[in-house]
């Protein structure tokens, strides 16, 4: 079946970067789209960034672009979300999706990861 594994996730201080990893398995990773989402206590789920199946094209919120990057490594089938100059308004618990489509609706992916906790402290 499929799995989606995040991880990286943790306690830092403003300012502090995080890497997060999701580890794919059980599903051809290079012919899928990768995006990560973020959600805080009752609040819906809120599109962070997607990647392309080659990696090519990514696209971001406006929340975090220029301080959030997404790659993606077929040969390990991980997506990665380097996080930089982090905000304590950037804490939420972050998920993985898998799509076969580049969307950035969240009811729209296929696949999800069991989520890893981002706390950023002032």
């Known amino acids: 079946q499929v799995q989606l594994v995040e991880s990286g996730g943790g306690l830092v201080q403003a300012g502090d970067s995080l890497r997060l990893s999701c580890a794919a398995s059980?599903?051809?990773?290079?012919?899928?789209?990768m995006g990560w989402f973020r959600q805080t206590p009752g609040k819906e789920r809120e599109f962070a960034a997607v990647?392309?199946?080659?990696?090519?094209?990514?696209s971001y919120a406006d929340s975090v672009k220029g301080r959030f990057t997404i790659s993606r490594d077929n040969a390990k089938n991980t997506v990665y979300l380097q996080m930089n100059s982090l905000k304590p308004e950037d804490t939420a618990v972050y998920y993985c999706a898998a799509d076969p489509l580049i969307v950035k609706g969240w009811r729209e992916y296929d696949y999800w990861g069991q989520g890893t906790q981002v706390t950023v402290s002032s």
């Open positions: 990647i392309s199946r080659s990696g090519t094209y990514a």
């Open positions: 059980g599903l051809t990773f290079s012919s899928y789209n």
